[in-house]
């Protein structure tokens, strides 16, 4: 069986003036239809990398990424964007300030081409938690967890089958968190989407996804399933520290 | 044991189009030389609160308090000597993002030197000693580099750790930390906040952090103040969290998700009209 | 449709794109309202385009005809002439209201001339970058190397003087500082995730440039351009002062000045009144462009 979304060997670097950056330094997983997949790391693993290089935002210099057994093109075409989609970390960047709602949702089916845009809209923000009052409101009059709502509805909206999210909740106060992955949850069961998510939370990955991997410097530490993380079968030190870090505070020095 | 801080009754206003808004409605507490963790969401005031100890308050808003008392010094009406001699001195602050606490163009060391000089006006190679002594305490790994490096050239953690070590270099009494951690990464995290452990325990050091992470302040701290809407609902010991009282403080725990195990769907915050009273 | 009332523009939960949008204009309008020197700027500038658009109505006499040249030249203010009369006999408050259609007409024109071509210009060589950037932005600099009186003269004196020609040779000097400022700030929105997004659907460069770009520099461009305004009327004045720019009999303020120049001494009036014109009109411009600034710029604001 062809796996939904197959990365073999990805391979990101970039070059700021005369330096090359390796962010990512072959990457390789496979995500199932239907499956939700989990990267962690911390700042600079290149987690948010490896998204942004199967969507085409930053470039791929090494590797395959194989969307339904098929190399994707470059740049991506009209097809791919109708069927992987992304959430971005930040709400509060990922709208656009003097575009209404209405617009945000309305732009991706002007550009694909849909009919009955103000049913799919009507139906969108109901189906993320937000009723048709909010439909003609500017960003600025929403709080972060409605905004999130809104940046779901939008990937939603061309009914992606894959949705990429690169840290949904770490800009969400607690409470906030806990409705937005409560809607993903749902939306996943709901429409079988097949989730890649991106997070430095082990807990909020564990929460959400059957399968991890963990990322260090642009490469994989270690591959786990979330009985192995319940369990705390890790079998690499990074992850064990990440383990550690994500219980809260402890005085002693755990190793050096 | 004799309580370094005071706070009794504290308000801060804002105006706004519809009349004043209080962020920040009647806090009290007193800090010894412990741990106290101040918890809430965004807009809980719990910000507010630190800015306002230090007499920080941005304009237009206004804070004041029946008592604000910080080792028998009365804050309230401070004037600007009083607050040069404090601030810094014998209280400092640490600030969640670095690049705003950090002057741009002026190299570490020299920041660092700069503060020490203030507080105790030694000899420049002493100063210069002391500074790269305090970057070795808080567990900088190259202090000559950072000594002679511009903020830009240090990365997050880096940089959140200069500015800790320049705000500890005058060894003050009290510290509040806002957000410390949060721009860092989870292990680089509990580096930090062992170094903040460590002044407490040997140096006797009175400590606030407020941060929005219960789990993460609930682990760290001897108490901590849980505040919602401008007012503080619960007041408890840290390891008593499982046994919180108030359901807001119940709910904010209950609703994270655990590694081992969470509920599905995870349970949501209900909000009571009643709780901000 | 509900009735345009404070509420309904006011509703945080709009129900129609048109409330939404118009809410929104109600918003700035509000907050503009309070800043009274905004409110000065904006009076005199209006005052300016009635006077413009009611010369006919407002000025006693024919601007450019005079009277007896033996008994009405040069005559002080009085009731009879305002403003008194300048050496041909023609009275200067009806010159200043004609002339007023000059000035705006120049000030509209390098507005709906000059902020396209920066805007255009800007936001492609930020959006695209690369070699795009650099042949745009190198032909900006080219321009911008010149002092803009001494390259709208040489424009000029190419073209020809007169009204027309001058008004074209201010606006080909006026675009490259928008443009630059265009590019400035396309380039901080470039890589931000709300453009992202767009990529992300698909949106070709054409609908990210005009429909998300462009929305955001707009609001710092118009600002510019109305603080630039004086400047604007400065040029031309300039222009026609050293004669490149209107032509006699034309009431032009900056010809006007020129003129007087000669009796300054004697007959103060003939040089002030149009040189009062003048700085009024350019503080009004001034005072409305901070104005929008606090209104429009938000990281002006706070």
């Known amino acids: 069986m062809t796996a939904h979304l197959d990365i073999r060997d990805l391979r990101v670097s970039f070059h700021s003036g005369a330096e090359r950056v390796d962010a990512v330094r072959g990457v390789s997983f496979r995500v199932e239809r239907g499956a939700s997949y989990g990267i962690v790391g911390e700042s600079g693993s290149g987690k948010s990398t490896v998204l942004r290089a199967i969507c085409g935002l930053a470039p791929v210099t090494g590797g395959e990424v194989l969307f339904e057994g098929r190399p994707v093109s470059e740049p991506r075409d009209a097809a791919f964007y109708r069927n992987v989609q992304m959430v971005f970390q930040d709400p509060y960047a990922s709208l656009h300030p003097r575009h209404t709602i209405d617009r945000v949702l309305s732009e991706p089916l002007a550009i694909h081409g849909f009919k009955d845009r103000d049913k799919r809209i009507e139906t969108a923000l109901r189906d993320v938690g937000l009723g048709p009052r909010f439909r003609f409101a500017y960003p600025h009059q929403l709080s972060g967890g409605q905004r999130q709502r809104v940046a779901v509805a939008r990937a939603l909206i061309l009914e992606p089958t894959v949705l990429l999210l690169d840290e949904p909740t770490s800009a969400l106060d607690a409470s906030i968190q806990a409705e937005v992955l409560n809607l993903l949850d749902r939306l996943r069961a709901e429409r079988g989407l097949t989730y890649v998510l991106v997070s430095h939370d082990l807990a909020v990955v564990a929460h959400m996804c059957e399968q991890l991997m963990v990322m260090q410097h642009g490469q994989t530490v270690e591959v786990m399933t979330r009985a192995d993380l319940q369990a705390g079968r890790a079998t690499q030190d990074y992850t064990r520290r990440l383990l550690a870090a994500s219980e809260g505070y402890t005085p002693m020095e755990t190793s050096a | 044991m004799s309580d370094l801080l005071t706070v009794e009754d504290l308000r801060v206003r804002f105006p706004s189009r519809n009349g004043p808004v209080e962020v920040v409605r009647g806090v009290t507490f007193a800090l010894g030389r412990e741990r106290l963790g101040i918890v809430g969401e965004s807009g809980s005031g719990k910000s507010q609160t630190g800015r306002a100890i230090l007499g920080l308050t941005p304009p237009p808003g206004q804070a004041e308090a029946k008592r604000l008392e910080f080792d028998g010094i009365d804050l309230r009406n401070a004037d600007k000597a009083t607050w040069r001699r404090l601030r810094g001195a014998r209280i400092s602050m640490v600030m969640q993002d670095p690049k705003f606490s950090l002057n741009p163009v002026m190299t570490i ?139 807001y403080t119940r709910g904010l725990y209950n609703c994270l998700p655990k590694i081992d195990g969470s509920a599905r769907p995870l349970p949501t915050l209900q909000r009571e009209e009643s709780w901000a009273e | ?291 929008l600034r606090d209104v429009l710029d938000p990281k002006a604001r706070k």
């Not at chain 3, 992202?196 to 609908?207: D, E, F, I, K, V």
């Open chain 2, 109 to 247: 060391g020299k920041q660092l030197v700069e503060c020490w000089n203030l507080h105790a006006g030694t000899s420049r190679a002493e100063a210069k000693d002391r500074a790269i002594a305090m970057l070795e305490a808080v567990q900088i790994r190259d202090p000559k580099r950072v000594f002679g490096a511009y903020p830009h050239e240090l990365s997050g953690g880096m940089g959140q750790r200069a500015m800790i070590a320049m705000m500890l270099i005058t060894e003050p009494d009290m510290l509040i930390a806002d957000e410390p951690t949060s721009a860092l990464d989870v292990t680089v995290q509990i580096e930090v906040l062992r170094i903040l452990d460590r002044l407490v325990s040997e140096r006797g050091m009175g400590l606030i952090l407020i941060s929005h992470d219960l789990r993460l302040v609930s682990s760290f701290c001897d108490r901590v103040l849980v505040m919602y809407a401008g007012k503080v609902v619960e007041e408890l010991k840290a390891s008593e969290l499982l046994n919180a009282q108030h359901p």
């Open chain 3, 1 to 291: 449709m509900s009735a345009l009332s404070r509420e309904w523009l006011l509703s945080e939960q709009p129900t129609s794109r048109r409330q939404a949008r118009l809410g929104q204009v109600y918003r700035t309008w509000l907050s503009l309202r309070s800043n009274w020197l905004a409110m000065v700027g904006l009076g005199i500038i209006v005052v300016l385009i009635l006077v413009a658009l009611f010369a006919d109505v407002i000025a006693p006499y024919d601007p450019l005809a005079g009277g007896d040249l033996r008994t009405a030249r040069l005559l002080p203010p009085s009731w009879e002439h305002p403003f008194g009369t300048d050496e041909q006999a023609r009275d200067i408050f009806s010159r200043i209201v004609y002339g007023s259609r000059l000035t705006l007409m120049v000030v509209a024109l390098v507005a709906v001339i000059a902020t396209p071509i920066g805007l255009l210009v800007g936001t492609t060589a930020g959006y695209f970058g690369g070699w795009v950037d650099t042949v745009l932005m190198r032909t900006t600099d080219i321009f911008l190397a010149f002092p803009r009186l001494i390259l709208a003269l040489a424009f000029v004196a190419a073209l020809g003087p007169g009204i027309e020609n001058a008004i074209i040779a201010i606006a080909i000097t006026s675009w490259p500082p928008y443009a630059r400022l265009a590019r400035a700030e396309t380039l901080t929105i470039r890589d931000s995730d709300f453009i992202n997004a767009a990529r992300l659907q698909g949106a070709s460069s054409l609908r990210i440039l005009w429909g998300h770009v462009t929305p955001l520099c707009l609001s710092s461009v118009i600002i510019r351009v109305t603080l630039d305004m004086a400047g604007i009327i400065l040029t031309a004045a300039g222009l026609g002062f050293l004669g490149l720019g209107a032509q006699p009999p034309q009431p032009e303020w900056g010809a006007m000045i020129a003129a007087g120049r000669r009796f300054l001494i004697d007959f103060w009036w003939v040089a002030t009144i149009p040189g009062i014109a003048i700085f009024t009109v350019s503080l009004g411009f001034n005072l409305l462009g901070d104005g």
